[in-house]
């Protein structure tokens, strides 16, 4: 066991946790993954410094280090290692904007909602959107490459990254990128980091990029008897659009919701969609007939739109309130499969014959426009074998996506509980190229053990 004295006068006393019952809320993140251990210690550092010095005693003494945000993920890519150093950048919390430069520097431990108010106040945007935005970190969104809501017109995380302050595996603090909007000098290292999960480097900084605040959307609410027309109103969409927002709810997610929390849903509904449009001027009201006609061919059964901002919020928290309405009706597998957008049908086709098959509910919510989807495997623990049938459809359901051209994550990351499938989706070489870029970034393999690959 080694000495904690020395990385206690690193972080200071107070923000050294060893004591197993002040560890346990930093053990899991919101996958609730099986097979989270016990860390030897969790350490909280609040300056670059400081995390430079635990990854340097960690070195030192060969000790895994498992990064670790707000603990919103959803692929266990921060369920902590026995043995390892837990490292939390949750203090670690300030957000600069500069106006001039539209831009916002900002730590890791900043929430994606701290730094959308900040760049409100000088009349700016930070577009990327996942439904945790009130509780997600900027340094999981970059961990990740999060996604969100408005991906389908505005992009990922990656998209808004100028540039990064990254702690390697030997404590060496480099600065890639800064301010400047185009940059094409040398390797493309920054780009390399963001979606790495901790496995590269540990992202100490950020310099984002941020844009005009949009004008008000208008808000298109339209139901559908089946899955498969609102899926064909998706593909219609993309054809002819590019709204700034289009999710889809199947039945058992729009009745979990209602019950839940009652927001005026339509229960009968096979399928929601909501569909946002912010363009300015008279562009967002053609677009927003645009839609209201697509939907109808489609077969919509019902349309309601508002330009409302307050109202359109209103359907938006029923999308966003999917998932613990979800974890409400028993244990849960969460996927993130993707396709491109013309086989979002027959991905859906697909996840219903595998629910079929195995007896089990696999409910779907969905950025549909951009084909990325959220089937969520939902099991009870109690009944023998469901776990087991759970999983083999939670693999099913990967594997689906991959054969239609798609991907096992769109947002959520790879971590712990999808690794099985990465080969798959990546073929032999590639799986190989990534291990000796991790080789190369990590010698001794102590940054985040176990996630990815």
């Given at each position: 066991?080694p000495?904690?004295?020395?990385?206690?006068?690193?972080?200071?006393?107070?923000?050294?946790?060893?004591?197993?019952?002040?560890?346990?809320?930093?053990?899991?993140?919101?996958?609730?993954?099986?097979?989270?251990?016990?860390?030897?210690?969790?350490?909280?550092?609040?300056?670059?410094?400081?995390?430079?010095?635990?990854?340097?005693?960690?070195?030192e003494?060969?000790?895994?280090?498992?990064?670790?945000?707000?603990?919103?993920g959803?692929?266990g890519?921060s369920?902590?290692?026995?043995?390892?150093?837990?490292?939390?950048?949750?203090?670690?919390?300030?957000?600069?904007?500069?106006?001039?430069t539209?831009?916002?520097?900002v730590?890791?431990?900043?929430?994606?909602?701290?730094?959308?108010?900040?760049?409100?106040?000088?009349?700016?945007?930070?577009?990327?959107?996942?439904?945790?935005?009130?509780i997600?970190?900027i340094?999981?969104?970059?961990?990740?490459?999060?996604?969100?809501?408005?991906?389908?017109?505005?992009?990922?995380?990656?998209?808004?990254?100028?540039g990064?302050?990254?702690v390697?595996?030997?404590?060496t603090?480099?600065?890639?990128?800064?301010?400047?909007?185009?940059?094409?000098?040398?390797?493309?290292?920054?780009?390399?980091?963001?979606?790495?999960?901790?496995?590269?480097?540990?992202?100490?900084?950020?310099?984002?990029?941020?844009?005009?605040?949009?004008?008000?959307?208008?808000?298109?609410?339209?139901?559908?008897?089946?899955?498969?027309?609102?899926?064909?109103?998706?593909v219609?969409?993309?054809?002819?659009?590019?709204?700034?927002?289009?999710?889809?709810?199947?039945?058992?997610?729009?009745?979990?919701?209602?019950?839940?929390?009652?927001?005026?849903?339509?229960?009968?509904?096979?399928?929601?969609?909501?569909?946002?449009?912010?363009?300015?001027?008279?562009?967002?009201?053609?677009?927003?007939?645009?839609?209201?006609?697509?939907?109808?061919?489609?077969?919509?059964?019902?349309?309601?739109?508002?330009?409302?901002?307050?109202e359109?919020?209103?359907?938006?928290?029923?999308?966003?309130?999917?998932?613990?309405?979800?974890e409400?009706k028993?244990?849960?597998?969460?996927?993130?499969?993707?396709?491109?957008?013309?086989r979002?049908?027959?991905?859906?086709?697909?996840?219903?014959?595998?629910?079929?098959?195995?007896?089990?509910?696999?409910?779907?919510?969905?950025?549909?426009?951009?084909?990325?989807?959220?089937?969520?495997?939902?099991?009870?623990?109690?009944?023998?074998?469901?776990?087991?049938?759970?999983?083999?459809?939670?693999?099913?359901?990967?594997?689906?996506?991959?054969?239609?051209?798609?991907?096992?994550?769109?947002e959520?990351?790879?971590?712990?509980?999808?690794?099985s499938?990465?080969?798959?989706q990546?073929?032999?070489?590639v799986?190989?190229?990534?291990?000796?870029?991790?080789?190369?970034?990590?010698?001794?393999?102590?940054?985040?053990?176990?996630?990815?690959?």
């Amino acid at each position: 066991m080694p000495d904690l004295d020395e990385l206690k006068s690193i972080v200071g006393e107070d923000f050294l946790l060893t004591d197993p019952d002040r560890m346990e809320s930093y053990r899991l993140d919101w996958s609730k993954g099986a097979g989270a251990g016990m860390p030897l210690a969790v350490a909280r550092p609040g300056t670059v410094t400081e995390v430079q010095g635990v990854v340097r005693w960690a070195s030192e003494h060969r000790i895994a280090i498992v990064p670790r945000g707000a603990g919103s993920g959803l692929s266990g890519g921060s369920l902590a290692v026995d043995g390892a150093i837990t490292l939390s950048l949750d203090r670690m919390r300030s957000v600069s904007i500069d106006p001039a430069t539209r831009v916002a520097v900002v730590e890791p431990g900043a929430l994606n909602a701290e730094v959308k108010r900040a760049a409100r106040e000088h009349q700016l945007h930070y577009p990327p959107d996942p439904s945790s935005y009130e509780i997600c970190s900027i340094g999981g969104n970059l961990a990740t490459n999060a996604g969100g809501l408005c991906c389908v017109k505005y992009g990922v995380t990656t998209d808004y990254v100028l540039g990064l302050d990254v702690v390697l595996a030997d404590g060496t603090l480099v600065r890639l990128g800064g301010q400047t909007i185009k940059d094409v000098a040398g390797l493309s290292l920054l780009k390399l980091f963001v979606g790495s999960e901790g496995t590269l480097g540990i992202i100490v900084g950020a310099t984002l990029r941020l844009i005009p605040a949009p004008a008000p959307a208008a808000t298109l609410v339209a139901s559908f008897p089946t899955v498969q027309a609102a899926a064909n109103a998706v593909v219609s969409l993309g054809s002819r659009l590019r709204p700034s927002l289009v999710e889809f709810m199947d039945n058992y997610a729009i009745n979990a919701v209602e019950d839940f929390r009652e927001m005026g849903l339509d229960r009968s509904a096979g399928a929601l969609l909501v569909v946002q449009c912010d363009s300015p001027g008279d562009a967002r009201a053609a677009e927003m007939l645009v839609v209201e006609q697509i939907c109808t061919t489609a077969g919509a059964s019902e349309v309601f739109s508002t330009t409302d901002p307050d109202e359109g919020e209103m359907f938006l928290a029923a999308r966003r309130a999917a998932l613990p309405a979800l974890e409400r009706k028993g244990s849960m597998l969460l996927e993130d499969v993707g396709v491109p957008v013309p086989r979002l049908p027959a991905l859906l086709d697909r996840i219903g014959a595998i629910s079929a098959e195995h007896g089990l509910p696999i409910p779907v919510v969905a950025h549909a426009g951009d084909g990325n989807t959220h089937p969520n495997v939902i099991y009870d623990p109690a009944q023998p074998g469901a776990l087991e049938r759970a999983e083999r459809a939670f693999a099913e359901v990967m594997q689906a996506a991959i054969e239609l051209g798609g991907t096992i994550t769109g947002e959520h990351g790879v971590g712990r509980l999808k690794k099985s499938a990465l080969a798959d989706q990546l073929g032999p070489e590639v799986t190989a190229l990534t291990r000796r870029i991790k080789s190369a970034l990590d010698p001794d393999g102590l940054l985040n053990p176990g996630a990815i690959l």
